[in-house]
């Protein structure tokens, strides 16, 4: 008797893990999002540290391709300033002498001021350091003002040259390699010692993190669902049962589409399906290309 019951109790185990094979709403594959790195500047790699399967992090240099040239462009245009601003007035030293001048005038107009009111000057003296004082001053303007407009001038000069110069810093920092975001590398395209060119791929990558599973659905089933909705993913394991993940429902097409070959609908009658993107933590398990089925 005992043995009839195990013998029962085997089948029906056996009878609900076939029907659980087909106990889902949808299936489809998974996808992540991919994103091409291309070389920004044109030139010899120098040293390029990627491997696919590698994972990289965000900003994290990976190589760099050939500067030289425009490192000894910069340093060129560099000495060309600093000629150019060797060529400055020194305003300071120049007017120092009318300044000098000025000061002694001042001193004399005090001196001569104090004898004319002890009738020991007279009044043209004060008359004539006056005016020697006021020339003495719209010299020192006009000295001021020549050799502030020639600083100045040269100054409108290094402005083109060193606009230059940032544009050369751009290029040189585009010379870096740098991995625009968290991911695992999926396909490298170039090696070390070959011609880079800018908009050329270098290596393409995705952040796996978290991976998409697009699935069709049916017009029947399109009703039944809504953004962010909680779903189950299951996906086949080793051992011929299901692996179960929490997805969210992200993204669901607002236009119908003939049933793709390769995917099955729990309704196969249906000519017309929705796809679906249902995104999903991963494990490490979950693959580009896997098959997977969703329970809503």
Not at 273 to 292: E, F, H, P, S
């Amino acid at each position: 008797m005992n043995k009839v019951i195990l013998i029962l109790s085997v089948a029906l185990s056996l009878f609900a893990c076939k029907s659980g094979k087909n106990n889902y709403d949808a299936s489809g594959t998974f996808e992540a999002v991919e994103t091409m790195v291309s070389a920004e500047a044109t030139g010899t790699i120098k040293a390029f540290k990627v491997e696919e399967g590698q994972t990289l992090k965000e900003n994290e240099q990976v190589g760099y391709i050939d500067s030289l040239q425009l490192f000894l462009k910069r340093k060129q245009l560099q000495a060309q300033i600093k000629a150019l601003l060797s060529k400055k007035p020194d305003i300071a030293v120049q007017i120092a002498a009318t300044q000098e001048q000025i000061k002694q005038a001042e001193h004399e107009q005090k001196r001569i001021a104090g004898l004319l009111k002890a009738d020991a000057a007279s009044q043209k003296q004060m008359d004539d350091i006056t005016s020697q004082l006021a020339i003495l001053k719209k010299q020192l303007e006009a000295q001021e003002s020549s050799l502030g407009i020639s600083s100045g001038s040269l100054n409108e000069e290094t402005t083109p040259i060193s606009i230059q110069i940032e544009q050369l810093n751009d290029q040189l920092q585009k010379c870096r390699i740098i991995n625009p975001i968290k991911g695992t590398i999926l396909t490298k395209y170039a090696e070390v010692n070959e011609m880079a060119v800018a908009g050329k791929p270098l290596y393409k990558l995705a952040d796996l993190s978290t991976i998409i599973l697009r699935a069709y659905v049916t017009g029947d089933q399109f009703s039944q669902l809504k953004l962010n909705q909680n779903v189950n993913v299951l996906v086949d394991d080793s051992k011929g049962n299901y692996r179960e993940y929490a997805g969210v429902l992200e993204w669901i097409s607002d236009k119908a589409e003939f049933t793709p070959k390769t995917i099955q609908t729990k309704d196969e009658r249906a000519n017309l399906v929705y796809a679906t993107k249902i995104k999903v933590i991963n494990d490490g398990l979950l693959k580009i290309g896997m098959y997977g089925e969703v329970k809503f």
